[in-house]
């Protein structure tokens, strides 16, 4: 058993950063959301935020876009070309992928400091890709209302999680202390 242990060391070490990291960082994740009561339609702060970046976005191409808190349900309601097109949720913001990004990099940890800026690196990168997401999946459905199921359902979520599995093979194959060793050998 020792031995198996032993052999598995590194990827038990890996599964053990990553589900506790995970761990950590979701149940922060929805304590800051409990602060939030959304059976009185109240929307988190970082979600009111991405709703008024992709607001700005949209406005740069078309100056009728803007948001409005829903008043019924926690969400922002999105306008483009003066008509309501989507509706930016919590599940919009972009946190949950984020988390799952910091948590693989964690997992794969090298150097601090080389940690610490492909972290700050990747979630730019995810949040700037998620806002822009937001919009072009706005227009994409003022123009193409019916393919909502596939741009929202397949596209979109496929491009962003697609650039967050390239930071993750350029973050293991350059910088985690796994790509140390394998440049060694």
């Not at 506790?20 to 149940?27: A, G, K, M, N, V």
């Not at 304590?31 to 700005?56: C, H, I, M, P, R």
């Not at 359902?153 to 350029?170: A, D, H, Q, T």
Request: aromatic letters at 18%; one cysteine or more; hydrophobic letters at 50%.
């Amino acid at each position: 058993m020792k031995n198996l242990l032993q052999q598995y060391k590194p990827f038990l070490l890996f599964l053990g950063k990553f589900f506790l990291s995970y761990l950590i960082l979701t149940i922060l994740y929805q304590s800051y959301l409990n602060q939030f009561d959304v059976k009185n339609a109240e929307v988190d702060g970082f979600t009111k935020s991405v709703a008024k970046q992709t607001e700005w976005v949209l406005s740069l191409i078309d100056n009728q876009s803007y948001t409005t808190k829903h008043l019924t349900e926690p969400s922002i309601k999105l306008f483009y070309k003066n008509k309501y097109i989507s509706r930016v949720i919590e599940g919009c913001n972009g946190l949950s992928v984020m988390i799952l990004f910091v948590a693989f990099v964690i997992a794969f940890s090298g150097k601090f400091k080389n940690t610490l800026l492909f972290l700050l690196f990747g979630i730019v990168i995810i949040h700037v890709l998620n806002v822009s997401r937001i919009a072009l999946l706005s227009m994409a459905l003022y123009f193409y209302p019916q393919f909502e199921h596939f741009l929202h359902g397949v596209l979109f979520p496929l491009i962003i999680y697609g650039v967050v599995f390239v930071l993750w093979v350029i973050w293991v194959n350059n910088y985690s202390s796994y790509a140390s060793v394998s440049k060694k050998i």
